[in-house]
């Protein structure tokens, strides 16, 4: 089982629509989780963290699932901009154990 | 300002070839990262350095080293390059990975790395 696990997608959904990933991870000494997003041929950049008791910006939610060791990103009203690729990123607090997903790309359509 | 910057964009060498790209922030952090992103876009740490620690992925190959002449700057230096080194290498930085766990990661541009 790999360290941590992402559907790669694509997802295509047409703007306005709700759409969800999710992100498992296999380590349960795991502390911190992020959702990182990357444009194409683009460094990632911080989408946001993901606290235990589930946080929510704007159009976005995260989510964490100690149990079933999983967060998960709930995006709102998408927009075209939000057409990119979503990486989860867990760490097990040592900089060894930085773990990024493969990804999941997203493409929203008008 | 560019809070990670990172040279060459791009470098395009012989195999067998020494290279080195640069890395430079100015956030004021205290860790640094090098990441390989390969053909298949997965992301995977190389090293974390801080003034105190290195630690390195061990399956990084030893032809790859870090190098840091201060806090705002990790090099990272390649000798004898291979045809499997051809990725895109991000730097990143972030305040000090503590017992609080891994904080927000901040990423250079990224240097694409061609080896013919």
């Known amino acids: 089982r790999k360290e941590v696990e992402q559907d790669p997608g694509p997802f295509n959904v047409p703007e306005g629509a709700t759409v969800a990933f999710n992100c498992t991870y296999s380590?349960?000494?795991?502390?911190?989780f992020f959702w990182y997003r990357q444009d194409c041929r683009k460094e990632p950049k911080l989408l946001m963290s993901?606290?235990?008791s589930g946080n929510e910006d704007g159009r976005f939610t995260a989510q964490l699932n100690r149990a079933s060791q999983y967060i998960s990103l709930l995006i709102r009203d998408s927009k075209l901009s939000d057409s990119a690729t979503y990486l989860c990123?867990?760490?097990?607090?040592?900089?060894?154990?930085?773990?990024f997903g493969s990804g999941t790309r997203l493409s929203i359509r008008p | 300002d560019t809070a990670v910057s990172q040279t060459p964009k791009y470098l395009v060498t012989q195999m067998g070839n020494d290279k080195s790209i640069k890395c430079e922030q100015n956030?004021?952090?205290?860790?640094m990262y090098w990441y390989k992103q390969d053909s298949k876009k997965f992301l995977k740490i190389m090293f974390s350095?801080?003034?105190?620690?290195?630690?390195i992925n061990e399956t990084v190959p030893n032809r790859f080293s870090p190098k840091s002449p201060d806090k705002a700057h990790l090099n990272l230096h390649i000798n004898s390059l291979e045809l499997g080194d051809s990725a895109v290498y991000f730097c990143?930085?972030?305040?000090?990975?503590?017992?609080?766990?891994?904080?927000?990661?901040?990423f250079g541009p990224g240097t694409r790395l061609l080896v013919l």
């Open positions: 380590n349960s000494a795991s502390q911190s």
């Open positions: 350095y801080n003034n105190k620690e290195l630690i």
């Open positions: 993901v606290y235990s």
């Open positions: 956030l004021g952090h205290d860790t």
């Open positions: 990143a930085s972030s305040q000090e990975l503590s017992r609080l766990g891994l904080q927000t990661q901040y």
């Open positions: 990123v867990v760490n097990a607090r040592s900089a060894s154990k930085i773990i």
